[in-house]
């Protein structure tokens, strides 16, 4: 971390400190090397004259889904994410408006380097711009394959193929699945339906007269709204996020939450989730 991400180790010494100091906790909370772990995802960046909106659905086994939404302000720069590994970040915005969002990349390969979720927290903690964004994602190691799309205020956005035997295909390219360029693990491709998601997200936000309630509407459904829980691979909520207004929305059927760095209410959720559907409450 001293070497990669310097900035972050202020608050990563703290919350070691925090945990009890010893050795386990350091290494869990510096995500260095982590478990491999799979994931599905489908992730869109809307960019328009009058909005931009970076919507995603998350896939994963929900009983692994830590659940938490937090609010951070440790660096003098506001942070909504949705965490992963007490500190790591899935998606989120800050307070510059900032949004980012990861997928599984679709590869088998594992490697030196983070997870994803800690170099999202640098992002979001050290990063203004998409720009510097992608400045970040093309030198910090990563331990397994991810796409990382990221959008500013400025409409600007990318999507990262990222993985630890190559460099990092930063393009200008607003969706996001769980492939990189290529098929390589053909099982995971048909069981995710990677393509078909990619396909469906790509038409939506290549015609002109998508909007902004249209694109996230087919995050709600079919192929994109996902109920395989049995494998794993059911989706646990959808994340909307406006970087000119600074909003967070997060949804499941029945119930969203709508969140700024102005109207942050501390609040318990209950999502019950089967293959047949969820209902929240």
Not at 141 to 155: E, F, K, L, Q, R
Not at 171 to 180: F, L, S, Y
Not at 204 to 210: G, K, P
Request: hydrophobic letters at 40%; proline letters at 6%.
């Amino acid at each position: 971390m001293r070497q990669h991400m310097p900035e972050l180790l202020d608050t990563y010494r703290a919350l070691c400190a925090l945990a009890g100091g010893g050795d386990l906790a350091s290494r869990l909370l510096s995500l260095y090397r982590p478990p491999p772990y799979i994931t599905g995802c489908s992730q869109a960046v809307l960019a328009r004259s009058d909005v931009t909106v970076l919507a995603r659905n998350y896939d994963y086994p929900p009983e692994l889904c830590e659940g938490t939404i937090l609010y951070t302000n440790w660096n003098g720069r506001g942070v909504i994410a949705m965490s992963d590994c007490l500190w790591g970040v899935l998606d989120g915005i800050n307070d510059s408006g900032l949004a980012v969002s990861l997928a599984f990349g679709g590869r088998k390969v594992v490697g030196e380097g983070f997870g994803a979720p800690i170099i999202l927290r640098y992002i979001l903690e050290f990063c203004d711009t998409v720009p510097e964004a992608a400045a970040v994602l093309a030198r910090v190691p990563t331990h397994m394959a991810y796409n990382i799309t990221v959008a500013d205020a400025s409409g600007r956005y990318v999507t990262a193929m990222i993985a630890p035997d190559q460099r990092a295909s930063i393009r200008r390219v607003p969706v996001a699945t769980n492939h990189q360029k290529k098929i390589e693990w053909y099982a995971h491709a048909l069981a995710s339906e990677t393509l078909i998601r990619e396909r469906q997200l790509s038409i939506l936000v290549d015609d002109e007269s998508t909007t902004e309630e249209r694109l996230v509407s087919a995050f709600f459904s079919p192929p994109l709204f996902r109920h395989d829980y049995r494998r794993g691979l059911g989706t646990v909520y959808t994340a909307v996020y406006r970087p000119r207004a600074g909003h967070a929305q997060y949804h499941w059927p029945g119930m969203w939450l709508k969140l700024s760095f102005t109207d942050f209410p501390e609040q318990h959720l209950t999502v019950r989730y089967g293959a047949r559907g969820l209902n929240a409450g």
